[in-house]
Each structure stands twice: as C-alpha cells, then as structure tokens.
C-alpha cells in the first residue's frame, strides 16, 4: 500500500482448499463436489501445506469461505476435520464465515460485525511492513 512517500503492506494469502478433491464436469452452477482421496491420503499432504505456509509467512488464520450448499458443505467440513486431527489445530484458528449467506444483496455490514470480532485478535498479534 502506497500512500504519499510511505509503504505499508500485509500479507493475504487466496487459496483453494489443501485436500484431494474434484469437481467434475463445468456446468454452471453445479456444487458437486468428490473427494478424490480418502482421509489419511490428504493427511501427509494437508500437514505440508501447513507447515509450508507457517515457515514462509508466520502464524495463519483460515477464514472459511465456504457456504453450506451441496458439495461446499462437505468440503468445508472435510477442511475442518483435517485441521482438528492435525499438528497445527492448537495454532491455526479457523473462522467459517459462509460468504454469500453473510453478505447477500451487498450487504458488507456483516464483514464488520461478524467476521471482524473473530479475526482481531490474530490481526491485532499479527505484524505489518511500514517503510516511512
């Protein structure tokens, strides 16, 4: 972020869910969604992107996009079910906020009363580059 002659920046990470999975076919629309391994396959590479992020950016917070239809569903809760039986349970926080739910008809109020209260705590410990 640039303002004047000062720099600022934090870092946002955008990602797909970190398992094996698939969604066949490119109807517009469709929520299908297939697990294309089981849970124990998805383990070892699931605890690697973790663990990749964590060495490369420091502490992480997942803030879960996804909604509560059809193959989103089952997908979030597989994402949350690795994370609990995993190494980084006790030090990445997960925050479901179901996006299109929350914000419908363009209403963003909900990014501040909701979704905002359960990240501050991680963004108020998190650092941020500041070059003046």
């Known amino acids: 972020i640039f303002l004047d002659d000062c720099v600022s920046s934090f870092i946002q990470i955008r990602g797909s869910v970190p398992l094996f999975w698939e969604q066949p076919g490119l109807q517009v629309g469709s929520h299908r969604v297939r697990m294309s391994r ?3 396959a998805n383990a070892p590479a699931f605890d690697r992107h973790f663990r990749t992020l964590k060495r490369l950016y420091g502490n992480q ?6 909604g509560g239809k059809e193959g989103e569903n089952m ?3 597989a994402f949350q079910s690795h994370l609990k039986a995993s190494e980084h349970v006790s030090d990445v926080l997960m925050v479901n906020f179901d ?4 914000v419908k008809g363009g209403k963003a109020d909900k990014l501040h009363s909701v979704l905002k209260p359960k990240v501050q ?3 108020l410990a998190s650092g941020f580059f500041y070059s003046d």
């Open 38 to 40: 089981g849970f124990e």
């Open 75 to 77: 997908l979030s809760k």
């Open 121 to 123: 705590q991680f963004l």
């Open 61 to 66: 917070v997942v803030v879960n996009l996804l």
């Open 99 to 102: 996006y299109h739910q929350m």
